[in-house]
């Protein structure tokens, strides 16, 4: 990806005339460009570890330049981007290690181990909660673990419908891999173009077609995992009461476990049919609540997105070309995938014509899935012009999701200042919940790195404080760490540490990463 950008170099572009003329109204517009120029922290790893790893993995696979280095600095959060957008790249790499195999991969942990090594496993770099920035205190340097060779589909079992998978494959890759055997995955987050599998599998992740494939964690039967203590093979059985379920122990480990290397998944055959419907509500609490009738009737379509009044507006204001006029109120995005979906469909319209919706048709619901992975290229594009946006996410019963709600956008709001623009959509639904995704835009600060994390802070208080998760899909990394142990308790703390320092004596996978 860009180094200081989200996405395709090529696809970098300035904003829609439509949308710099509402940000113009909104914030004013005050070009901030990203410091080009930049320079990188010497190499600090000794020739002798270096020798040793190109001995193992061959020349070609051990990468000390700056160009590579500059490539796996960080992930892409909005204060990921402001540092590196400042030109501050004193967390990049020592060097850029690209094994091809597991076996190559507990090589180099044993390696990491002896000279004490920090090892961050890089997948596709999309982490926003500063999950790939490593704590350099105490180590001999920092290795960018990068998985990308490891890129094959290893089995395929029609009968039982799974598929094991490398960690280096980009969601596409999977994706083109299963399609030759007529089969899907069927997981779409937003980072879905440029996430790994084995990104996926470490973070929990959760994708916009959720609520009929799932979360990735249930997507997942089996792994295999290289830790410093040895190789662990999950997953004999679709379920067993052998214990508690040690693939769960790694679903969401970040790194700091262990490193995936390979991931056994349910896949599902293609659909022959994709169908996306926009529907209106008058009302944010209307329409939440016609997804939870949904969730609790067990009639799920594959995608359910509601986004609330602010949203909707703003989302037909920057696409006046898109539906017509808005009537106020909040849009609905209902999917549906599979061989035949016009009985669900129908079923599912029912339900939602009863409870207050209208059926807007297929046109906004098609504009919708054709830039579903489109928004973070839009994010900067403001950081160019001087407006601080991101997202924040998290997740509650259904029963707490107005005090949730409330709380998020007050603290955001109170943070950020009269003119910070809060947006909110329900990303994923489940019987007895929801998450909530929440958009911020404010004009920058002077230092709008420090205006950002006052602001998450705050963000992240309000949803502890009103017994929401920290996060329900972006992971913990180093951004959400201080608030884990608020969440799990210091017996859960507890339990991390154990964890960590079984798998992980000498604490070089990660360090700084997920565990309080």
């Known amino acids: 990806m860009h180094p200081t950008r989200w996405g395709d170099p090529a696809a970098v572009a300035p904003l829609p005339e439509t949308t710099r003329g509402l940000v113009e109204l909104a914030f004013g517009i005050h070009e901030s460009p990203a410091v080009e120029e930049v320079t990188l922290p010497p190499v600090g790893l000794p020739g002798a570890v270096l020798d040793e790893l190109r001995s193992l993995l061959g020349d070609d696979h051990v990468h000390t330049d700056d160009a590579t280095r500059r490539l796996r600095t960080r992930g892409k959060s909005t204060p990921d981007l402001l540092r590196a957008r400042a030109g501050d790249l004193a967390d990049a790499p020592d060097a850029v290690v690209r094994p091809a195999t597991h076996d190559e991969v507990a090589a180099v942990l044993d390696v990491a181990v002896r000279h004490h090594v920090a090892v961050v496993p890089f997948g596709g770099g999309t982490s926003v909660t500063g999950g790939l920035v490593a704590r350099r205190e105490g180590y001999a340097g920092v290795l960018s673990l990068d998985l990308v060779r490891m890129k094959g589909i290893r089995d395929v079992d029609p009968v039982s419908m799974t598929a094991v998978l490398e960690p280096g494959l980009r969601g596409p890759e999977a994706e083109a891999l299963l399609a030759g055997h007529g089969m899907t995955l069927g997981h779409y987050p937003q980072s879905f173009e440029y996430a790994s599998i084995g990104g996926f599998a470490a973070t929990r992740s959760s994708g916009q077609s959720s609520a009929g494939y799932g979360r990735f964690d249930s997507l997942v039967v089996g792994l295999t995992v290289a830790t410093p203590a040895g190789t662990l093979e999950l997953g004999s059985a679709p379920a067993t009461a052998a214990g508690p379920d040690l693939r769960q122990l790694l679903l969401g480990s970040e790194g700091a476990f262990g490193v995936i290397t390979a991931v056994r998944v349910r896949v599902r055959a293609l659909p022959a049919e994709k169908v996306y419907d926009a529907w209106h509500f008058a009302s944010f609490d209307q329409g939440a609540t016609a997804m939870r009738t949904l969730a609790q009737s067990g009639l799920m379509p594959t995608v359910l997105r509601l986004s ?21 109120g909040c849009a609905m995005i209902v999917g549906h995938e599979g061989a035949s979906v016009a009985v669900k469909r129908a079923a599912v319209a029912a339900v939602l014509t009863e409870l207050g919706g209208t059926d807007l048709g297929e046109e906004r619901g098609r504009a919708w899935a054709a830039g579903r992975f489109h928004a973070p290229y839009l994010r900067d594009a403001m950081l160019d012009v001087g407006v601080l946006v991101e997202t924040l996410e998290t997740a509650t019963f259904w029963s707490n999701v107005d005090r949730v709600y409330a709380a998020v956008r007050d603290a955001l709001t109170g943070a950020l200042g009269e003119k910070a623009l809060v947006l909110c959509h329900i990303s994923h639904v489940y019987e007895t919940g929801c998450s909530l995704y929440f958009t911020v835009a404010a004009p920058e600060a002077d230092d709008p790195l420090a205006q950002w994390l006052a602001a998450k802070a705050a963000a992240s208080d309000a949803m502890t404080g009103a017994g929401a998760t920290i996060t329900h899909h972006h ?37 700084g990463v997920l565990v309080p």
């Not at 609330?308 to 106020?328: I, K, Y």
């Open 308 to 328: 609330d009044e602010t949203e909707t507006a703003l989302n037909l204001a920057s696409h006046s070309d898109v539906g017509g006029e808005s009537t106020g």
């Open 475 to 511: 992971a913990v990394g180093t951004d959400h760490r201080p608030w884990l142990s608020r969440e799990i308790g210091e017996v859960g703390v507890g339990i991390l540490r154990a964890v960590k320092a079984e798998l992980d004596p000498t604490g070089v996978l990660n360090p």
